[in-house]
């Protein structure tokens, strides 16, 4: 069973800086597209940012020079830095991986559970 952990949510003050961390657990054959998104009460959970298996990253326009993703695929866990925090940021963050698992030979999307950002203003 492949399981997606998400960690490193919590309280921060605004331009106070949090590290998230996802990893992947499981029988798993391979992992492509990593990705971070987040989701307010009420509202469509958005994307932040995404890392292919190459290292090639995207951001959302709103986090765009305050946050960076990473990978270490040897540990098979992606990484958030976010930085200048915003309360506008405050959300539940989910890591989203696409994968293989090793039972199977199709790509399918792993969520994780999430974990809460809060930022004060």
């Known amino acids: 069973q492949v399981q997606l952990v998400e960690s490193g949510g919590g309280l921060v003050q605004a331009g106070g800086s949090l590290r998230l961390s996802c990893v992947v657990s499981?029988?798993?054959?391979?992992?492509?597209?990593m990705a971070w998104y987040r989701q307010t009460p009420g509202k469509q959970r958005e994307l932040v940012a995404t890392?292919?298996?190459?290292?090639?990253?995207n951001y959302a326009d709103t986090v765009k020079g305050r946050f960076a993703i990473s990978r270490d695929s040897a540990k098979n866990t992606a990484y958030l830095q976010m930085n200048s925090l915003k309360p506008e940021d405050t959300a539940r963050y989910y890591c989203?991986?696409?994968?293989?698992?090793?039972?199977?030979?199709?790509?399918?999307?792993?969520w994780g559970q999430g974990t809460q950002v809060t930022v004060s203003s």
């Open positions: 989203n991986a696409k994968l293989t698992p090793m039972w199977s030979v199709l790509m399918s999307d792993y």
């Open positions: 499981g029988g798993i054959r391979r992992i492509d597209t």
């Open positions: 890392i292919t298996s190459a290292g090639t990253t």
